[in-house]
């Protein structure tokens, strides 16, 4: 499944550095400049998973593939992006492209990295992002309340509609996000056609110096208090120091360098993790000879939807699913011996895949 996570923020608050850490595709160019990425870069970053490395171990396959999350470096937005300020309609077209936003917030003084909105305050940087999204989404919101307020007149049902819309515009008017209105399903059909920017799940990055990169500090604090009503998760990092660590090819030298600033795992994992669970992804599981791999599925997710990741014609053809779950598969070593200790079940077009499930399709074209 192709699902993007958009890094934003301010110019200068280490976003491509970030890119470049999480990326294992490609590096964005990092520059003490304003609009050095101008197109977005896209990596494909890997879900760290030890599940995964478990049943290798026990399979030992050919090949290990992990699932993946894709990663989107977006342009530094600035103050006046929704009215097209700095290449602002461009880059806010990037992010309506998303699943969800990796919020970008500099927690750090540094005299030699420039900064257009003099003292360091990432309260007021996080503010004004959301004032560009929201700006966006009510030019959005009011377009769309022109066009169904003409629809009513040849048809009423819309009436529902236009009421959804006219709270969505008051609460924008208020400088609200529309994910914190929380509209229920049949609400958002009113405004799914829109992918509102301030609607996507959100995951803030508090990019410190090093000498905080543990407990955080004083400007990581404000952006936890600012931000603690949205239920959005806060992941505190020194981003060139994950950078550093990305770019070593040896998992001893890794360990080392993380022995060294007392790290006992990359905080990028935490981010990649943080991101999966901000999108409700599940990861099953296809465990053989030639390979042993991890694929994404919504939380969820009925067996032949699961099926369809691997190719469509598995949920065209679907006929039924063998399955094992995790615990058993790593408690007996194999999938023969839970099939002897009757471990694998038989599922059908209804059973909802559970995370970690270790599964087996059968179709027929």
């Known amino acids: 499944m192709a699902l993007q996570a958009g890094i934003v923020g ?3 608050v280490g976003k491509s550095t970030l890119f470049n850490a999480v990326s294992n595709s490609a590096k964005a160019q990092a520059s003490n400049y304003r609009f050095c990425t101008i197109d977005p870069n896209v990596g494909l970053v890997d879900v760290p998973d030890p ?14 593939v992990p699932t993946q999350i894709e990663i989107v470096d977006i342009a530094g937005l600035v103050r006046g992006a929704s009215k097209g300020e700095g290449l602002g309609n461009k880059f806010l077209a990037n992010i309506r492209e ?7 917030v500099r927690c750090f003084e540094d005299e030699n990295i420039l900064r257009d909105e003099g003292a360091i305050n ?3 940087d996080k503010e004004i992002i959301d004032t560009e999204l929201q700006l966006k989404d009510l030019e959005a919101v009011e377009k769309k309340i022109q ?4 629809q009513i007149k040849l048809d009423p049902k819309f009436k529902v509609e236009l009421e959804v819309l006219i709270r969505c515009k008051e609460h924008l008017e208020k400088g609200r996000s529309i994910r914190e209105l929380d509209l229920d399903k049949e609400e958002k059909v009113a405004i799914a ?4 920017l301030t609607d996507k799940p959100v995951l803030y990055v508090a990019n410190v110096d090093e000498a905080s990169m543990h407990t955080g500090n004083k400007y990581s604090e404000a952006l936890k208090a600012a931000v603690k009503d ?3 998760e806060v992941i505190i990092m020194n981003n060139n120091i994950e950078a550093q660590i990305a770019e070593m090819e040896s998992a001893d030298d890794k360990q ?3 022995d060294e600033y007392k790290m006992t795992e990359p905080a990028l994992d935490r981010l990649i993790h943080s991101a999966y669970r901000l999108l409700n992804l599940y990861t099953y599981f296809t465990a053989g000879v030639q390979e042993v791999r991890a694929w994404t599925i919504h939380e969820g997710w009925k067996a032949p939807q699961a099926a369809s990741v691997i190719h469509t014609d598995f949920e065209k053809g679907f006929i039924k699913a063998e399955v094992i779950s995790y615990d058993d598969f790593v408690k007996y070593g194999s999938e023969a011996a839970c099939r002897e200790v009757g471990k694998l079940r038989i599922e059908g077009k209804e059973y909802v895949v559970k995370d970690g499930d270790v599964m087996h399709f059968r179709f027929n074209v």
């Not at 599940?51 to 290990?64: G, I, Q």
């Not at 998303?98 to 970008?104: E, G, K, N, R």
């Not at 066009?147 to 003409?150: A, G, N, V």
């Not at 056609?193 to 509102?196: G, H, K, T």
């Open 147 to 150: 066009k169904t307020e003409k």
């Open 51 to 64: 599940r995964l490395d478990k049943l290798a171990e026990l399979v030992v396959p050919n090949r290990t």
């Open 10 to 12: 301010l110019p200068n």
């Open 230 to 232: 949205e239920n959005a």
């Open 193 to 196: 056609d829109l992918f509102l």
């Open 256 to 258: 080392l360098f993380m």
């Open 122 to 124: 990432p309260v007021s």
């Open 98 to 104: 998303v699943d969800a936003i990796i919020h970008v």
